[in-house]
């Protein structure tokens, strides 16, 4: 018998082809973790020099004020802004929604700055408002006591729900246990 010249089309997929979980849409450019890692640190780092580089930063017109200001007024961080983000930076501080108190232009810089030149400035601030609200999502509460019932924070006692509480959601932290040898069971 002669063997097809196409392959089968209802021929199943091969069983090895594990290409992990795919998100739908555009793939992404560099992984949201590194873009909310990098927001506190850029946030940190600007918050230690803000007062003596405000004022000359926001007087800036051109890159190479940018970079001078840097320079001579957050010498510790230099390098890790300029350059590589002195026309970005000059670009957002001269952006209309740029904010006008203190605290507020440092969140605004460091979220902005966290994706470039991977991403958007805006695409950046948008995903780290998504992982901070994620974030404040969460229970405050935590398991006390893990068994068949767990003992809760919140005051509740009782079967767990999912390996977390009945009441107020919180999560079994299993990550302690596996760090001290105890293993999940």
């Known amino acids: 018998m002669p063997k097809r010249k196409n392959p089968d089309p209802k021929s199943p997929k091969p069983v090895d082809t594990f290409l992990g979980k795919r998100r739908r849409g555009r793939p992404e450019k560099i992984p949201r973790a590194w873009v909310i890692g990098r927001a506190p640190n850029y946030r940190k780092m600007l918050s230690d020099v803000w007062s003596k580089l405000a004022e000359p930063l926001l007087a800036a017109e051109t890159t190479e004020r940018v970079i001078q200001a840097f320079e001579t007024h957050a010498q ?110």
Do not use: M, W
Not at 116 to 133: E, F, G, M, Q, W
Not at 156 to 179: M, Q, V, W
């Open 76 to 185: 510790p961080y230099t390098n890790k802004f300029v350059p590589e983000f002195a026309a970005d930076i000059l670009e957002l501080i001269h952006d209309p929604l740029f904010p006008k108190r203190a605290k507020a232009q440092i969140g605004f810089l460091g979220d902005s700055l966290a994706g470039r030149p991977d991403l958007t400035a805006r695409r950046s601030r948008d995903i780290c408002a998504k992982a901070r609200k994620e974030e404040r999502a969460k229970s405050p509460h935590h398991i006390l006591r893990k068994e068949f019932y767990v003992e809760c924070s919140c005051g509740y006692k009782g079967p767990a729900l999912h390996n977390s509480c009945r009441k107020c959601g919180a999560e079994i932290d299993f990550t302690a246990d596996i760090l001290l040898g105890r293993g999940l069971g």
